[in-house]
């Protein structure tokens, strides 16, 4: 069964402070890995997608990084605006339909 | 930019009731997921749809259905709302080989 576990639940971060988020993955090969961003009330928001080990992506503040067992999300001198929960997603080989496993995410606090 | 839209943001309907929740996609993807969002739970894939009239079961299908009868179009079914459906609903559509892209969500309470 596909798993994945996000680290640590909440996180709480002053504005410029940087920090890495993690999500460690169990899949019986790993087609792809999916960062989520999601605001209070809405649905969650596409950042990254990861296909292999040794792959980097970066978007303004964030860096997203993959091994084979798990995926930090970097953020870097974040700003009160990053504050969202974050979530990880898997996507196993031989999963049908596209569909993907997610972590409970990490719910990240910047204080100005 | 592709947009998914569901019907309602907000839902409280009675036990017992049938209760349809309708989520939209507008860039002709193949792949269409609900999925409900509840505390310590996470996201739980409820059914998805890869085509027109397909459907396959996700983690937690008892006590829904699903509705495809046209490719952007698919519905969500409660046939009878119990309080433990109480929950956030995700509607999300995927290309092949694309990320995600998911509705604001239809927060429905069931009473």
């Known amino acids: 069964e596909d798993q994945v576990t996000q680290s640590p639940e909440a996180l709480r971060l002053q504005e410029g402070e940087s920090s890495s988020l993690n999500c460690s993955y169990t899949v019986s090969g790993l087609r792809g890995l999916f960062w989520y961003r999601q605001d209070p009330g809405k649905g969650p928001e596409f950042l990254f997608t990861?296909?292999?080990a040794g792959e980097e992506k970066e978007k303004e503040r964030l860096k997203a990084t993959l091994t084979k067992k798990e995926s930090f999300l970097h953020i870097t001198a974040p700003k009160p605006e990053d504050s969202a929960t974050y979530l990880c997603?898997?996507?196993?080989?031989?999963?049908?339909?596209?569909?993907?496993?997610f972590g409970e995410g990490t719910q990240l606090t910047v204080n100005p | 930019d592709v947009k998914v839209t569901q019907s309602s943001r907000y839902l409280v309907k009675r036990t017992g009731e049938k209760v349809f929740l309708e989520c939209v996609q507008d860039?002709?993807?193949?792949?269409m997921f609900w999925y409900r969002q509840d505390p310590g739970l996470g996201l739980r894939l409820i059914y998805f749809?890869?085509?027109?009239?397909?459907?396959e079961k996700g983690d937690i299908p008892e006590g829904y259905s699903v509705s495809r009868e046209k490719k952007e179009r698919f519905s969500l079914i409660l046939e009878s709302a119990s309080t433990n459906q109480t929950s956030m609903y995700l509607c999300?559509?995927?290309?092949?080989?694309?990320?995600?892209?998911f509705g604001s969500g239809t927060r429905l309470t069931v009473v």
């Open positions: 749809s890869y085509d027109v009239k397909m459907k």
């Open positions: 999300a559509s995927r290309r092949q080989g694309g990320g995600y892209t």
């Open positions: 997603a898997v996507q196993a080989a031989e999963t049908s339909g596209s569909r993907l496993t």
């Open positions: 990861l296909y292999s």
């Open positions: 860039m002709d993807h193949e792949n």
